[in-house]
């Protein structure tokens, strides 16, 4: 069975930073990338981050870029998102996501590249 579970979400003051876990299991996690997107209320899914989990190349949205960095350890089949400086419009729901279309889903941060999502986290950045 595939599972994606991430943690580490709270609550934190604008400034303050958090790290996010995604565990995954039940699929090769080097033939993947892992990525993280994110979603506010009233809005639509954004893509933060991804890692391929071959090579470690990685990708980061101009909005988190310089704030954000994402990482993998591939011994524990987890992928790390370390936040800092947040921003009260990093406010969000949080998930992780694996896609076997590595090259892909390293170019453009699309759902609909990912075949497997956690069940998010959420992340609340107060003013």
């Known amino acids: 069975e595939v599972q994606l579970v991430e943690s580490g979400g709270g609550l934190v003051q604008a400034g303050g930073s958090l790290r996010l876990s995604c565990a995954a299991s039940?699929?090769?996690?080097?033939?993947?990338?892992i990525g993280w997107f994110r979603q506010a209320p009233g809005k639509e899914r954004e893509g933060v981050s991804c890692i391929s989990s071959s090579d470690g190349s990685t990708y980061y949205a101009d909005s988190v870029k310089g704030r954000f960095t994402i990482s993998s350890d591939n011994a524990k089949n987890t992928v790390y998102l370390q936040m800092n400086s947040l921003k009260p419009e990093d406010t969000a729901v949080y998930y992780c996501?694996?896609?076997?279309?590595?090259?892909?889903?390293?170019?453009?941060?699309?759902?609909?590249?990912?075949?497997?999502w956690g069940q998010g986290t959420q992340v609340t950045v107060s003013s």
């Open positions: 039940g699929f090769t996690f080097d033939d993947y990338a």
């Open positions: 996501a694996a896609s076997s279309a590595t090259a892909q889903a390293m170019g453009v941060m699309m759902a609909t590249l990912y075949d497997y």
